[in-house]
């Protein structure tokens, strides 16, 4: 059986030719093998979650340090069984292969903020770095601080650093201006901004900064690097992916680890992610498309609609 492994990674850099390094990360990941993807590339930098054998991996982390550029940086790495990522139909074989995409686009985490190219780490305007191992230590000594969660909610509910502050309506980044004046009562505080690998809280910890807070940190290498070194200690539950593992964890089996997540309609403990649309009392589908935990009791006491039943259903019109 061939070891699978995914890559989560991200640099901000200097790109002068998007479009050419585009080309260039497409015949590397083609020449390796590289199981699937997606792979943002920006005038910033670069943004980057792979799928491959350990060795296509391994390599592709060897080309990628022998540049320059982005010879610093840091790759977190999981495990998987080689079905990260949707398949597609090759054009050319008529065969299904996983999908890699690779853009070119103008942010690197899209914000649709105004003058957002002044914030982040190529200007100097981003949060103070904290590792995993002074942020354990702050948590498990007397400091004052506040762990902010810069994820969208539905990634909170599976997972989260205990005690840790969730902003009300943040579903999306771009969200972030009209939520952050709910920290308004923490400007004079110390405050720690995390996310899964790092890359939204070189934003979001600039844009603190340029809202007026001043003590400002950001979790470096964001909350995998955390999980990996301190499982199931502080952090409670799982951590949301961007693939089709949708979840994972580290040393899930021990007694430690706890299921944070609830069902959204039943309030049972469970972990189970779903497209889902609510009903009435006469089990009519509602509109509205919503994301979130629904346990498999709910759904199979159609307490909710699944994309299926909807899209089997010819008569609802739900847009």
């Not at 390094?21 to 199981?35: D, E, N, R, T, V």
């Not at 790092?198 to 844009?207: L, M, N, P, Q």
């Not at 949708?246 to 944070?260: R, W």
Request: aromatic fraction near 10%; hydrophobic fraction near 30%; charge should be negative.
């Amino acid at each position: 059986m061939l070891d699978f492994k995914v890559l989560l990674y991200y640099k901000f850099v200097p790109i002068e030719n998007p479009e050419l390094f585009k080309k260039q990360q497409l015949a590397l990941c083609q020449k390796l093998g590289i199981h699937g993807g997606r792979i943002i590339v920006t005038k910033e930098g670069i943004n980057g979650t792979v799928e491959g054998t350990k060795s296509a991996t391994d390599e592709y982390i060897k080309i990628m340090h022998s540049d320059e550029r982005f010879s610093d940086v840091k790759f977190k790495i999981s495990d998987s069984d080689g079905n990260g990522f949707p398949n597609i139909i090759d054009p050319k074989t008529g065969q299904p292969k996983p999908k890699l995409s690779i853009k070119v686009r103008d942010e690197l985490v899209t914000t649709d903020i105004e003058n957002i190219e002044e914030i982040g780490p190529i200007t100097g305007k981003t949060g103070k770095y904290i590792s995993a191992e002074q942020l354990h230590e702050w948590i498990h000594g007397d400091k004052e601080f506040y762990i902010v969660d810069m994820r969208n909610d539905y990634e909170y509910e599976v997972g989260h650093f205990d005690g840790s502050v969730l902003l009300n309506g943040f579903k999306n980044f771009r969200d972030l201006p009209k939520v952050l004046p709910q920290l308004d009562s923490l400007k004079g505080k110390t405050i720690v901004t995390v996310c899964t690998g790092g890359i939204r809280c070189e934003k979001a910890s600039g844009v603190l900064l340029e809202s007026g807070f001043n003590d400002v940190y950001q979790l470096k290498d964001g909350i995998v690097t955390y999980m990996e070194k301190y499982p199931n200690e502080d952090f409670l539950g799982k951590l949301y992916v961007f693939d089709q593992r949708q979840i994972m964890g580290f040393n899930t089996a021990d007694k430690n680890h706890k299921i944070v997540g609830k069902c959204r309609v039943c309030h049972s403990q469970s972990e189970n992610l779903v497209d889902y649309y609510n009903r009435n009392e006469k089990q009519e589908i509602l509109p509205g498309r919503h994301y979130g935990i629904v346990c498999e009791d709910c759904i199979n006491s159609k307490k909710v609609a699944l994309d299926t039943e909807v899209i089997n259903d010819k008569t609802l019109n739900l847009a």
